[in-house]
């Protein structure tokens, strides 16, 4: 059993320290943190001023340096999720970030300013929803990984055995990492998505759970970060593992999803669809060895399952995998490519069915996890679906819904839940659950990746493809646009600041903060708003004659129109980008 973290705990505020108070049974431990030399020590509850400003807490997140020196983040509010083989899993919903600093008056008015950019940026970060922990079990493992282990590794904190892919706070736990004594108040969070449901089929009560990891290697949004990096780590990776507990038997399917791992960029510029970029230089037999030899030492077998069009401007990343894939020639790696659009258009969503007949076969090969009540295993799950559209979201999370409701079905099968030729699809009020439960898990993917809830959810919550879904993904795709290109950036940067791609330097003589902006960026929007105004202007005001009025139109519309094709040809100088991590160490 891992030594659990503290659950209770309490926050003294003194203008010297900060005391971090365990308040569970039997604990006399303080976490201390002195605020001008930031050293961190272990006290005990004696040690704590009674003068202190004392506040409850649920949990250290951990602590960020900034311009004006280093801050305490912790959580202040968090609603319970559920309980996972008796652990109480929590969503931590509100933060406070604290500084160890009492006055700015040691920066200047350029510094204040960039701290307060940065405060913004890291409290975008806390404000993003998703993010889970527990003061008792381990999420960043799936339950075959836990069945794996050593005497040893069940020995260590939650900190110490955490899948280090999955603890997004790991860049704030730096300090408290590096002392084992104080592990049990560092509680790693996870980023994702989870729900649990207390299902009944034919009388029979069951537990189903779905957990979404999000991966911190090669983190970030839509645009800014695609294909992988120089170690192998795919851009938007998701673990997600399907759960079921029935009568102390413990099943599970786990699926991965990740861009296309070779190294590619997709820069917004103002297009609705900006051209994918293959790099023309790059050792992408390097970068895709890399991470495929790392997924068959976690899960196995891969099985690929590409959704990209075959054509237009996402068939040369179809064929360049397909191409990686065969020059790879391991017999741990199996390949799909499967043209979602084309083959599901005019809404024949059912075609999918075409895909799940091809892989059936593989999927009843690589099997699923399972425990009987005594803890013995029964079956290991072999290998996995890696799937992956463009995003990795919207085509991505429709697929893996239904592979994932084929393998459990062979569980309650095997369970006895369900009875020899009944259909989980026949089980009215289950599949209303599995399928909210999905369509939410895409959503959470989706606006923690592209800004927006998923599309094509209609069909995942209730098994058609509908009008009004197609209208709500009209809609979240114009939303995508704007963010895409007008606050991505600022998002980008948030989440590097947050994982520590970027470490602020408050002797650096020149602010990446403080990046002028092309003339263009101003000059031209002015321009055509100008324009269009003085056209609509002509026309509402004519003239004694309308050739004069045609004229004056002409002109100004001309002028606005120019200007937009203008802006629209620059399209990249009028994008938010990033200004923390420089375009090369992302693309």
Same mark, same amino acid.
């Given at each position: 059993m891992a030594a659990a973290a503290y659950e209770q705990l309490k926050l003294h505020i003194t203008p010297e320290k900060f005391y971090v108070e365990a308040c569970d049974d039997g604990a006399d431990d303080v976490l201390t943190i002195d605020r001008v030399s930031t050293e961190v020590t272990l006290a005990v509850k004696k040690d704590v001023p009674p003068s202190a400003v004392t506040r409850p807490i649920f949990g250290i997140l951990g602590t960020i340096h900034l311009v004006a020196g280093n801050y305490l983040v912790v959580i202040t509010k968090k609603i319970k999720v559920g309980e996972f083989f008796n652990?109480?899993?929590?969503?931590?919903?509100?933060?406070?970030?604290?500084?160890?600093?009492?006055?700015?008056?040691?920066?200047?008015?350029?510094? @204040?300013?960039?701290?307060?950019?940065?405060?913004?940026?890291?409290?975008?970060?806390?404000?993003?929803?998703?993010?889970?922990?527990?003061?008792?079990?381990?999420?960043?493992?799936?339950?075959?990984?836990?069945?794996?282990?050593?005497?040893?590794?069940?020995?260590?904190?939650?900190?110490?055995?955490?899948?280090?892919?999955?603890?997004?706070n790991g860049h704030l736990l730096r300090e408290l990492s590096a002392q084992p004594e104080v592990h049990r108040f560092a509680l790693p969070v996870l980023h994702g998505f989870i729900t649990m449901h207390s299902c009944s089929i034919n009388g029979k009560y069951f537990d189903w759970i779905l957990i979404s990891r999000r991966s911190c290697f090669r983190a970030g949004v839509r645009y800014y970060v695609r294909g992988i990096d120089s170690e192998g780590h795919a851009?938007?990776?998701?673990?997600?593992?399907?759960?079921?507990? !029935?009568?102390?038997?413990?099943?599970?399917?786990?699926?991965?999803?990740?861009?296309?791992?070779?190294?590619?960029?997709?820069?917004p510029n103002l297009k609705y669809k900006p051209q994918p970029q293959i790099n023309k230089v790059a050792n992408h037999m390097d970068g895709f060895q890399r991470h495929f030899d790392s997924q068959v030492i976690i899960y196995g077998k891969q099985v690929i399952i590409n959704l990209v069009n075959h054509k237009g401007s996402e068939k040369?990343?179809?064929?360049?995998?397909?191409?990686?894939?065969?020059?790879?020639?391991?017999?741990?790696?199996?390949?799909?490519?499967?043209?979602?659009?084309?083959?599901?258009?005019?809404?024949?969503?059912?075609?999918?069915?075409?895909?799940?007949?091809?892989?059936?076969?593989?999927?009843?090969? @690589?099997?699923?996890?399972?425990?009987?009540?005594?803890?013995?295993?029964?079956t290991n799950q072999e290998g996995v679906f890696r799937s992956n559209c463009m995003d990795c979201l919207d085509r991505t999370n429709v697929i893996q819904s239904l592979l994932a409701r084929r393998s459990l079905q062979a569980q309650l099968q095997r369970l006895g839940v369900l009875h020899v030729g009944q259909k989980l699809e026949?089980?009215?009020?289950?599949?209303?659950? !599995?399928?909210?439960?999905?369509?939410?898990?895409?959503?959470?993917c989706a606006k923690q990746y592209a800004g927006t809830g998923a599309l094509k959810t209609d069909f995942t919550r209730t098994g058609k493809r509908t009008r009004l879904g197609l209208i709500m993904d009209g809609c979240n795709s114009l939303l995508r646009y704007y963010k895409n290109n007008f606050s991505d950036g600022f998002r980008q940067d948030s989440i590097d600041l947050f994982l520590g791609n970027y470490s602020v330097d408050e002797l650096e003589s020149h602010s990446p903060l403080s990046v002028p902006r092309d003339w263009k960026f101003l000059a031209l929007p002015i321009i055509m708003v100008v324009a269009f105004s003085m056209c609509i202007i002509c026309l509402l005001m004519a003239g004694d004659t309308w050739t004069e009025t045609l004229a004056y139109v002409l002109f100004w519309g001309v002028a606005s129109i120019g200007t937009f094709f203008i802006i629209l040809y620059n399209g990249k100088d009028f994008v938010d980008a990033p200004r923390l991590v420089q375009k090369e160490k992302i693309d």
């Amino acid at each position: 059993m891992a030594a659990a973290a503290y659950e209770q705990l309490k926050l003294h505020i003194t203008p010297e320290k900060f005391y971090v108070e365990a308040c569970d049974d039997g604990a006399d431990d303080v976490l201390t943190i002195d605020r001008v030399s930031t050293e961190v020590t272990l006290a005990v509850k004696k040690d704590v001023p009674p003068s202190a400003v004392t506040r409850p807490i649920f949990g250290i997140l951990g602590t960020i340096h900034l311009v004006a020196g280093n801050y305490l983040v912790v959580i202040t509010k968090k609603i319970k999720v559920g309980e996972f083989f008796n652990h109480a899993i929590w969503k931590a919903t509100d933060f406070d970030v604290l500084s160890y600093k009492k006055t700015m008056l040691h920066l200047t008015d350029i510094q @204040l300013q960039d701290n307060k950019t940065f405060l913004a940026m890291l409290n975008h970060v806390l404000s993003m929803d998703g993010f889970y922990f527990s003061t008792t079990y381990d999420l960043t493992h799936t339950l075959q990984r836990l069945s794996n282990t050593s005497p040893e590794f069940q020995e260590m904190s939650l900190l110490e055995r955490a899948d280090q892919r999955f603890v997004w706070n790991g860049h704030l736990l730096r300090e408290l990492s590096a002392q084992p004594e104080v592990h049990r108040f560092a509680l790693p969070v996870l980023h994702g998505f989870i729900t649990m449901h207390s299902c009944s089929i034919n009388g029979k009560y069951f537990d189903w759970i779905l957990i979404s990891r999000r991966s911190c290697f090669r983190a970030g949004v839509r645009y800014y970060v695609r294909g992988i990096d120089s170690e192998g780590h795919a851009a938007n990776f998701v673990e997600t593992e399907q759960i079921v507990h !029935y009568n102390g038997n413990r099943a599970s399917f786990v699926q991965t999803r990740g861009s296309i791992p070779v190294f590619w960029s997709q820069r917004p510029n103002l297009k609705y669809k900006p051209q994918p970029q293959i790099n023309k230089v790059a050792n992408h037999m390097d970068g895709f060895q890399r991470h495929f030899d790392s997924q068959v030492i976690i899960y196995g077998k891969q099985v690929i399952i590409n959704l990209v069009n075959h054509k237009g401007s996402e068939k040369p990343l179809e064929q360049t995998f397909a191409k990686m894939v065969s020059s790879l020639g391991s017999g741990m790696i199996r390949y799909f490519a499967f043209d979602f659009h084309k083959e599901c258009k005019n809404m024949r969503w059912d075609r999918l069915s075409i895909l799940l007949d091809q892989v059936a076969e593989i999927q009843d090969e @690589l099997s699923y996890f399972l425990v009987d009540s005594a803890g013995k295993v029964v079956t290991n799950q072999e290998g996995v679906f890696r799937s992956n559209c463009m995003d990795c979201l919207d085509r991505t999370n429709v697929i893996q819904s239904l592979l994932a409701r084929r393998s459990l079905q062979a569980q309650l099968q095997r369970l006895g839940v369900l009875h020899v030729g009944q259909k989980l699809e026949e089980q009215d009020e289950f599949e209303k659950i !599995y399928k909210n439960a999905w369509a939410d898990n895409a959503n959470a993917c989706a606006k923690q990746y592209a800004g927006t809830g998923a599309l094509k959810t209609d069909f995942t919550r209730t098994g058609k493809r509908t009008r009004l879904g197609l209208i709500m993904d009209g809609c979240n795709s114009l939303l995508r646009y704007y963010k895409n290109n007008f606050s991505d950036g600022f998002r980008q940067d948030s989440i590097d600041l947050f994982l520590g791609n970027y470490s602020v330097d408050e002797l650096e003589s020149h602010s990446p903060l403080s990046v002028p902006r092309d003339w263009k960026f101003l000059a031209l929007p002015i321009i055509m708003v100008v324009a269009f105004s003085m056209c609509i202007i002509c026309l509402l005001m004519a003239g004694d004659t309308w050739t004069e009025t045609l004229a004056y139109v002409l002109f100004w519309g001309v002028a606005s129109i120019g200007t937009f094709f203008i802006i629209l040809y620059n399209g990249k100088d009028f994008v938010d980008a990033p200004r923390l991590v420089q375009k090369e160490k992302i693309d």
